[in-house]
């Protein structure tokens, strides 16, 4: 008699992420990785009246990372030498951890570069982690596990 296995999903709050040439790169926060695609409508003049519709143009919302700061500088000085004109893309995955610790399912962002880096609000009266944000372009993304 066969059982059948039960497979959950994998939960948001466990993963990592690897950006090449940085060691530290822990965050606590990823968000806006997407793909869409444009609708091309086109008619033949002895067509129906409803177009066909051709995918188009695949567009990739940028990437925002979210980390509490600590005294390493490598997020700050890759976003530095873009705005130096120096720009340096990279490959950054995105990787989920399943309850056991293993990589369960992973995503790989290709030729990506910084363009916005922000840095939380200070607060006398506040008791949150200050937090430092980069916000990430790149041209594609893959889910590769």
Not at 15 to 29: L, P, Y
Request: charged share 30%.
């Amino acid at each position: 008699m066969a059982t059948n296995a039960r497979l959950d999903p994998y939960r948001n709050f466990r993963f990592r992420v690897e950006i090449e040439g940085i060691q530290v790169a822990a965050f606590s926060d990823v968000s806006g990785y997407d793909l869409s695609m444009d609708v091309i409508e086109y008619r033949d003049g002895n067509e129906a009246i409803t177009p066909r519709k051709l995918p188009g143009l695949r567009k990739h919302s940028n990437i925002t990372l979210k980390r509490g700061i600590t005294d390493s500088m490598d997020i700050y000085n890759w976003m530095k030498s873009v705005s130096e004109g120096k720009v340096e893309r990279k490959s950054v995955t995105i990787i989920s951890i399943d309850e056991d610790g293993n990589d369960s399912a992973t995503w790989q962002v290709v030729e990506a570069w910084p363009m916005k880096y922000s840095v939380s609000d200070f607060k006398g009266t506040g008791n949150e982690v200050l937090i430092e944000t980069l916000e990430i372009a790149h041209e594609g993304m893959t889910r590769t596990k």
